[in-house]
């Protein structure tokens, strides 16, 4: 009875958890971004981390499909939608055509890896292997978006200031990895548990530039290579 209710609290109860953390993940930079929009400016905010969260929740999606894994889509299912609500939000507010330029090929490299590899698994009869494929290449997106807040970190050990660095997001890969950790110990899949396990890391690195330099204040209308037009007019 004792190791039924532990299963049912490592295979149930966790992964269930695990859909509210990756959730919360997701919904993490949103009170950023809606002060970003009220302000009519991205200012310090970077917004790689959000390509990579858009694609990082489109494999997962696809991963989830192939595996019939309800949780896994669960708990990617707003990170497509709200990763694409971040990434057009910067795209329109950010003054700077570098900046622009840098979302357009991130994102089509993101949409265009997944097309090829996606139509690529359809033609693998084995099901192990078209679920590797598709798991290799959702592990790297993830592992790429644990780390891209940490693509500001040379500035902010330069400038003293973890203003570019969402706290909500850094707290929630955290907890969120740990749940995904556990899970993927659990019922031992490697492609969820080291991604989330390096995330976990990758974490606690952007929670310590947080803690190293909380005393700085951001500075909303700092942005870089700002254009002379302003935000983006279609």
Same mark, same amino acid.
């Given at each position: 009875m004792a190791d039924k209710g532990a299963n049912i609290i490592i295979?149930?109860?966790?992964?269930?958890l695990g859909v509210i953390l990756s959730t919360g993940l997701g919904f993490g930079p949103l009170p950023a971004i809606l002060k970003?929009?009220?302000?009519?400016?991205?200012?310090?905010t970077n917004p790689d981390p959000f390509v990579m969260l858009f694609g990082n929740?489109?494999?997962?999606?696809?991963y989830a499909?192939?595996?019939?894994?309800?949780?896994v889509f669960a708990g990617n299912f707003?990170?497509?939608?709200?990763?694409?609500?971040?990434?057009?939000?910067?795209?329109y507010l950010t003054a700077s055509? *570098?900046?622009?330029?840098?979302?357009?090929?991130?994102?089509? *490299?993101?949409?265009?890896?997944?097309?090829?590899?996606?139509?690529?698994?359809?033609y693998f009869e084995d099901v192990k292997h078209r679920n590797d494929l598709l798991g290799i290449t959702a592990n790297i997106l993830c592992l790429t978006l644990f780390a891209s807040p940490l693509s500001s970190a040379a500035k902010v050990i330069q400038t003293k200031s973890a203003a570019s660095i969402n706290p909500i997001f850094a707290v929630m890969q955290v907890v969120n990895c740990t749940m995904w950790t *556990?899970?993927?110990?659990?019922?031992?899949?490697?492609?969820?548990?080291?991604p989330n396990a390096l995330g976990l890391v990758l974490g606690l690195m952007?929670?310590?530039?947080?803690?190293?330099?909380?005393?700085?204040?951001a500075n909303q209308n700092s942005e870089p290579a700002a254009s002379e037009d302003g935000p983006y007019r279609p």
């Open positions: 295979e149930v109860v966790a992964p269930a970003c929009r009220r302000n009519k400016t991205l200012g310090e929740a489109v494999g997962w999606i696809i499909a192939s595996t019939k894994n309800a949780y707003f990170g497509v939608l709200l990763g694409m609500f971040y990434v057009l939000t910067g795209y055509d *570098t900046i622009r330029r840098r979302l357009e090929i991130m994102m089509g *490299t993101v949409i265009s890896l997944w097309l090829i590899v996606g139509y690529s698994a359809c *556990t899970y993927g110990l659990a019922i031992n899949d490697i492609f969820l548990l080291i952007q929670c310590a530039l947080l803690f190293l330099f909380r005393g700085a204040k």
